[in-house]
C-alpha cells in the first residue's frame, strides 16, 4: 500500500477564538481511517490508470452553542486500493455537550483543474468534562465510479470514421479522446498526390494537396511504417513482419511482394522505377534492381534497428539506426561502410540534397549534418529535447523535422532551425515537402497536417478510424440519483453533430465502478439520420 503522510503542520482555530473560554472542557481523540471502497482512489481515463493525489483532509467540528472549529491537514504522496490511516489526534472541546466531526478530503490536482471532495462522512460523540471521547472513523468514498466502454464490433458497417469519442453525465463533457490510428510514413511522389500508411493495415490517399483523405484496401492489418514512390501511380510501402506492397495504378489495388525477411521494415526509398532500398530490425537491407519483383539482402555490417534510407542517386546513399549507426554506399549498396556519428543516440531519418550535404534526425532533438558525405559529421543546434522522427530537406537550404509533442522545426540556412507551430501536441512521426511552401507532416490519431506557405499557418485534419476499443470514465457521479449518460463517437463535434450515440439512465450506488457497454451499439445520428441527442 502506497503511503500517505500527515503533516504535522496543522492549521487549528486556537481555542481563545473560539469563544468558548471559561467553558468545561473535554477532549476528543480522533481516529481516522481512509477507505478507498473498492479501487475509487484511482481514476482511469482512457484505458490507463492514474491515481488521485488528495490534497488535505479536512476535519470540521461543530455543535450547539459552541463555535465550529476547523482543520486543515495537507496529505502528502497517493494512496492505491489500501486502506489509509493517519496518527489519532486530540481536541479540546467544550463539554457536555453533541460534537459532530465532518471529515473530507480533497484532490485540486485534476486536469481541467477542478476542486472535488474525494472522501466524506462524519461522526457525532459526546464529550465530558475532564473526560476523552475514544472516537475511531472509517471514511468512505462518496461518489460511483462510471466507466463507458466504446468498442466497434463491426468497423465495416461504420458510414463514417470516428475522430472523437466522448462522455456526457448530465449535459456536462466528463471525459473525452481524440482517437484515430497511428500514422508512421507520408510520401508526395507527385505535387498533388500523396500516400500516408500506418497502424491496422492503414492507407491513405489524396490526390487534391492534401485537401481530401481517402482510406485505401491495403490488404493487411499489420503497421505499414514507410511509403515511397516515383509518380503518382507507382509507389511501395513496407512495414511489420517484412511486409512489402506495391501499386502499379495509383493504389486503386496493392500487391503484395516477397520480401524474404520477417522482420520489421521500417523505410523504404526508391531512386527510380526500377531501383528502390528497404531498412529494417536487426540491420537488414534489402534492395532492388527491377522494382520490387526480386529483393535481395544486402550485408550492413551491423544488428541494430535501421530506421531511414535515402538514395542520393543509384549508387550514393545513406542508412541510419539505433545507437548511432550511421551507413553509407557508393555503389547501390553492394557494400555498405560505417560512419562515425559522434552519438549513441537511435537515428531515425535521413535526407540529402547531393552526395556531399546531408541531415540525420535522431532522439533527444538531435540534428547531424555533414558537407562531405559523412566523412565528418557535426552537430546543429536544434533548439529542442524532443524526439525527432523525420527530417526533410527540399534544398541544401530549405528543409523541415518533425517530432513529439507536435513538434515542427525549420531552417532557411540548412544549419540553424527554429520552431513553427504545428497547432497540435500529437507526435510527429513524418514530414515531406513538394516545394519550398507545400509541406506535410503526420502523426498519433490519424493527425494530417499540411502548409503551402512554408509552414508560416498549418491547417491540421484527422482522418479518423473506424476500429475502437477505448475507455471513457467520470470517478465523481453523485449516488443514487438519477442521471442521463450520452455516449458519443463522432466523426465532427461542430454545431451539427454527426456520428453514433448511445443514451443510458443510470442510477448508481455509493463506491460502486459500473462499466456501461450498451446493448446492441452505438447508434448513428446526425446527417441523413436522425439528429444526435444533445443537452
Known amino acids: 500500500m502506497a503511503v500517505m503522510l500527515l503533516s504535522t503542520s496543522c492549521m487549528l482555530q486556537p481555542d481563545a477564538e473560539n469563544s468558548d473560554s471559561g467553558t468545561a472542557k473535554g477532549f476528543v481523540s480522533l481516529q481516522v481511517y481512509l477507505n478507498p471502497a ?5 481514476k482511469t481515463a482512457s484505458g490507463s490508470d492514474t491515481v488521485f493525489s488528495l490534497d488535505s483532509l ?15 491537514y495537507p496529505l502528502h504522496g497517493t494512496s492505491d486500493t489500501g486502506t489509509i490511516s493517519f496518527a489519532t489526534q486530540v481536541y479540546s472541546l467544550a463539554a457536555l455537550r453533541m460534537w459532530k466531526a465532518k471529515i473530507l478530503t480533497i484532490d485540486t490536482s485534476l486536469n481541467p483543474a477542478r476542486k472535488d471532495t474525494v472522501n466524506l462522512d462524519s461522526v457525532t460523540f459526546t464529550v465530558y468534562a475532564g473526560d476523552t471521547a475514544q472516537v475511531v472513523k472509517t471514511v468512505n468514498a462518496v461518489f460511483s ?10 468497423p465495416s458497417s461504420l458510414a463514417n470514421t470516428i475522430k472523437y469519442l466522448r462522455i456526457q453525465v448530465d449535459g456536462t463533457t466528463e471525459d473525452s479522446l481524440l482517437v484515430g490510428d497511428t500514422l508512421r510514413g507520408l510520401y508526395f511522389p507527385a505535387a498533388a498526390t500523396g500516400f500516408a500508411v500506418g497502424s491496422g493495415g492503414t492507407l491513405l490517399k489524396t490526390a487534391n494537396t492534401a485537401a481530401n483523405w481517402s482510406a485505401q484496401t491495403s490488404g493487411t492489418t499489420r503497421t505499414l511504417l514507410s ?11 513496407v512495414g511489420d513482419s517484412g511486409t512489402i506492397l506495391h501499386t502499379t495504378n495509383g493504389g486503386t489495388s496493392w500487391a503484395s511482394q516477397s520480401s524474404g525477411t520477417s522482420q520489421n521494415l521500417n523505410a523504404v526509398y526508391f531512386q527510380s522505377a526500377n531501383n528502390g532500398w528497404a531498412v529494417g530490425n536487426d540491420g537488414v537491407i534489402l534492395a532492388t534492381t527491377n522494382g520490387g519483383t526480386k529483393w535481395t539482402a544486402q550485408t550492413s555490417g551491423t544488428t541494430q534497428n535501421l530506421n531511414g534510407v535515402y538514395f542520393q542517386n543509384a549508387n550514393t546513399g545513406w542508412a541510419v539506426g539505433n545507437d548511432g549507426v550511421i551507413l553509407a554506399t557508393t555503389n547501390g549498396g553492394t ?21 556531399n550535404k546531408v541531415w540525420v534526425a535522431g532522439v533527444g532533438g538531435l540534428i547531424l549534418a555533414t558537407t562531405n558525405g559523412g566523412t565528418n559529421w557535426a552537430s546543429q543546434s536544434s533548439g529542442t529535447t524532443v ?4 527530417i526533410y530537406m527540399q534544398s541544401a537550404t530549405v528543409g523541415w523535422a518533425a ?30 515537402a513538394t516545394s519550398a511552401t507545400a509541406v506535410y507532416a503526420a502523426g498519433f490519431t490519424s493527425t494530417l497536417l499540411n502548409t503551402s506557405n512554408g509552414g508560416t499557418g498549418w491547417t491540421l485534419k484527422y482522418f479518423g478510424t473506424k476500429t475502437f476499443d477505448h475507455l471513457l470514465s467520470y470517478k465523481y457521479l453523485k449516488p443514487n440519483v438519477s442521471h442521463t449518460l450520452i455516449m458519443d463517437a463522432m466523426d465532427t463535434l461542430s454545431t451539427t453533430l454527426r456520428g ?21 451499439g452505438l447508434v448513428a445520428c446526425g446527417g441523413s439520420q436522425p439528429a444526435c441527442t444533445t443537452h
Request: neutral net charge; aromatic residues 6%; glycine residues 8%.
Open 145 to 154: 465510479v462510471l466507466q463507458a466502454n466504446f468498442i466497434s464490433n463491426s
Open 335 to 355: 557494400k555498405w561502410t560505417a560512419q562515425t556519428s559522434g552519438s549513441s543516440q537511435n537515428l531515425g531519418s535521413v535526407i540529402s540534397t547531393n552526395a
Open 500 to 520: 453514433y450515440q448511445k443514451v443510458v439512465s443510470l442510477n448508481l450506488a455509493t463506491g460502486v465502478d459500473t462499466t456501461i457497454t450498451p446493448s446492441g
Open 387 to 390: 524526439n525527432l522522427h523525420s
Open 403 to 432: 517530432g513529439d509533442s507536435g513538434k515542427l522545426l525549420t531552417t532557411s540556412n540548412g544549419s540553424s532551425w527554429n520552431s513553427q507551430s504545428s497547432g497540435t501536441s500529437q507526435n510527429l512521426l513524418t514530414v515531406m
Open 227 to 237: 511509403v515511397a514512390g516515383t509518380s503518382a501511380t507507382v509507389d511501395w510501402v
Open 38 to 42: 473498492n479501487h475509487t482512489l484511482e
Open 58 to 72: 479536512n476535519i470540521i467540528l461543530s455543535a450547539p452553542g459552541a463555535s465550529t472549529q476547523t482543520y486543515s
